[in-house]
């Protein structure tokens, strides 16, 4: 029997991603809150604020950008994230579910690539492919709310690859020595990629514009400095100021938080977020640890002292970006994303060459045993997570089911029967992924409030005791 090359093997693991993201992302009903809100025409208030008797649902490629100026005005800059969001809520979850577990394999593909020196190219390695998922797999303490929530990933996963994408030439400039060229209308592309990158998260994008300036003035003092590098950074700097100029974010802030407001949150919920992403990413971090001890060794070995520089610059990188967030004062698990998208790359870049040049960074045995806990872990966590969604969406099935029947009659929904699989063992078992799916037990909370709009219901009234979201 003929034996499967490294590249098939490749893009087979690519492909069991692309159907486990897909079924994952198909047994989603839409997350309550959100997904049902962004549904509908941006009324010009707080999203605390329920949606009015006269709400009315976005039906056109208009209303989307009148939604988005609307809410550009009175809530946030986000536009690219959110014109997304209103499209797929609009079309349908259906086609979301297919793109969406296409950016899960996009991402996993720039991350790649970025590891291989910026290097675009079909021929990867089957390790370097599994290793780039079980980190985003394993590692993501805000899994549902990154890679299956509509608006989630709309806001964290498809701005992560957007930024990946724009530094893969900066990647591959700088590790050429500059030795690379591109044809002329590459600006006016990176241009354009440059906005959709600049106009992402507001904790990531300061970090990557400093970055890119003290770059290219380094690009320029070595006369390597390419047209191109400049577009991508005027498009950045666009999208990023479009994001930080909109006068919704000083609205929100002064509507939720008011005017006086502390300048930096070391409160607990803060350092205790801090505290467990430290710990949920401490095996990349002892990885790295390992690279820092063994450096001579793999430098003997071959791995260039630019690739220890560049991994480097994308965990520091990576580490500003949750960093930062000690300023705002809010700091959702789900904001923390891309610096674990930056850490895992930053293990990737030494893992690459580590392959490349067969220099391992761990010891056979402990590679094994490593190798070993985490084929388990996936399977494990992986069967779970497939039950889990799989009783989840029954139970959301008989909730819109029972919904539809009574659109238009003027009757209040009674839930009564909380979400399956939404204790604390369940959520140990699936790695930490489970979502979970309560309206309030306030009947005027805005997204109870943004269910019944949908639905076109009087009311939605859930009996059981809902734990306040923590």
């Given amino acids: 029997m003929r034996k499967i090359s490294a590249t098939r093997r490749s893009w087979l693991i690519l492909l069991g991603v692309f159907l486990l993201m897909w079924a994952l992302n198909a047994m ?84 790649q690539w970025i590891a291989m020196g910026g290097k675009v190219t079909a021929k990867l390695s089957p390790f370097i492919t599994a290793l780039s998922f079980f980190c985003i797999w394993t590692f993501n ?22 930024l990946l994408l724009l530094l893969i030439p900066y990647v591959r400039h700088y590790l050429t020595d500059g030795q690379v060229n ?39 003092k070595r006369k390597t400095l390419s047209a191109w590098m400049l577009w991508g950074l005027i498009g950045l700097g666009i999208g990023y100021f479009a994001l930080m100029l909109a006068p919704g974010n000083v609205v929100r802030l002064h509507e939720d938080y008011g005017v006086h407001r502390p300048f930096v949150y070391m ?3 803060h350092l205790e977020l801090l505290w467990v992403v430290l710990i949920i ?3 990349m971090w002892f990885y790295l640890f390992k690279v820092w001890r063994r450096r001579e060794i793999l430098r003997r070995g071959g791995v260039d002292r630019k690739y220890f520089r560049l991994a480097a610059w994308f965990a520091v990188t990576g580490l500003l970006f949750a960093l930062i967030m000690l300023f705002s004062p809010i700091f959702p698990g789900r904001s923390v994303f891309p610096q674990l998208v930056f850490l895992a790359i930053s293990v990737l870049l030494i893992s690459a060459q580590g392959e490349v040049h067969h220099t391992p960074v761990l010891q056979k045995s402990a590679f094994r045993f490593l190798y070993g806990m985490a084929v388990l872990y996936m399977v494990v966590t992986g069967t779970v ?35 399956p699989a939404n204790d ?10 489970v979502v979970e799916m309560n309206l309030s037990n306030d009947d005027g909370d805005w997204k ?19 734990k306040k979201e923590k």
Avoid at 62 to 84: C, E, P
Avoid at 92 to 111: I, T
Avoid at 141 to 162: D, E, I, K, P, R
Avoid at 183 to 212: R, Y
């Fill in 28 to 111: 989603c009903y839409r997350f309550y809150g959100d997904d049902y809100l962004y549904s509908f025409v941006w009324e010009g208030h707080a999203m605390s604020v329920p949606l009015s008797a006269h709400a009315r649902r976005i039906q056109s490629f208009g209303d989307i950008f009148y939604s988005l100026k609307l809410h550009y005005m009175t809530w946030g800059g986000r536009m690219v994230a959110h014109f997304f969001t209103m499209l797929f809520l609009w079309v349908g979850k259906g086609w979301f579910d297919v793109v969406n577990a296409g950016m899960v394999v996009l991402l996993l593909l720039a991350m």
């Fill in 448 to 466: 109870n409030v943004a269910f019944a709009r949908y639905f076109g219901l009087k009311g939605v009234h859930v009996t059981y005791p809902v």
């Fill in 281 to 283: 990413q401490s095996l």
């Fill in 424 to 433: 604390d063992w369940w959520m140990f078992m699936s790695g930490m992924h």
């Fill in 141 to 162: 303490m805000s899994f549902g709310g990154t890679l299956l929530w509509v608006a989630g990933s709309c806001n964290y996963l498809w701005t992560s690859v957007f």
């Fill in 385 to 419: 997570n497939l039950v889990v969604y799989s009783r989840q969406h029954q139970y959301m099935q008989a909730i819109w089911e029972r919904s539809e029947s009574l659109r238009g009659k003027g009757q209040v929904l009674v839930i009564s029967t909380p979400p």
């Fill in 267 to 269: 409160d607990e919920k």
């Fill in 182 to 220: 591109y044809p002329s209308w590459f600006g006016l592309l990176w241009l354009v990629m440059g906005m959709l990158a600049g106009n992402s998260n507001e904790n990531t994008i300061c970090w990557i514009g400093l970055s890119g300036v003290i770059y290219l003035l380094y690009a320029w």
